[in-house]
């Protein structure tokens, strides 16, 4: 997405930073977790990583936000930069999927989890 339009930045929108420990931490190396929590950005060959909290926000991205484990409520004020050109959901439980897709309604799945469709279900019958 951020290679085909040509752009170099991109928004990692967290709830907060807190949570750059777990998950990402096991997808990142411990320096860019370190980097992007003492500067809230971090240049990795020739793509501006962006960090977007409730607290740490930016007016201008020109750019994809991947929201990573954010309320779906919560979402709209860290994604509120000018250009942001794209939003790449990423839900902490099949409630917050519900939620997103109701608010945002022409959006469009890229990827299901093979174990999602289980999760869905367990919580339709609570």
Request: net charge negative; with cysteine.
């Amino acid at each position: 997405m951020l290679q085909k339009r040509g752009g170099s930045v991109m928004g990692l929108a967290v709830h907060s930073k807190s949570n750059l420990d777990g998950v990402f931490r096991t997808v990142f190396s411990e320096q860019v977790i370190k980097a992007l929590d003492r500067d809230n950005r971090l240049d990795l060959k020739g793509v501006t990583i962006q960090l977007l909290t409730e607290k740490i926000q930016v007016r201008k991205l020109e750019g994809p936000v991947l929201a990573a484990f954010v309320a779906p409520e919560k979402l709209g004020k860290i994604i509120a930069c000018h250009g942001v050109t794209d939003i790449v959901f990423v839900p902490w439980a099949v409630e917050e999927l519900v939620a997103y897709v109701e608010t945002h309604p022409g959006s469009q799945e890229v990827y299901r989890s093979p174990g999602f469709d289980a999760l869905a279900t367990e919580a339709g019958n609570e």
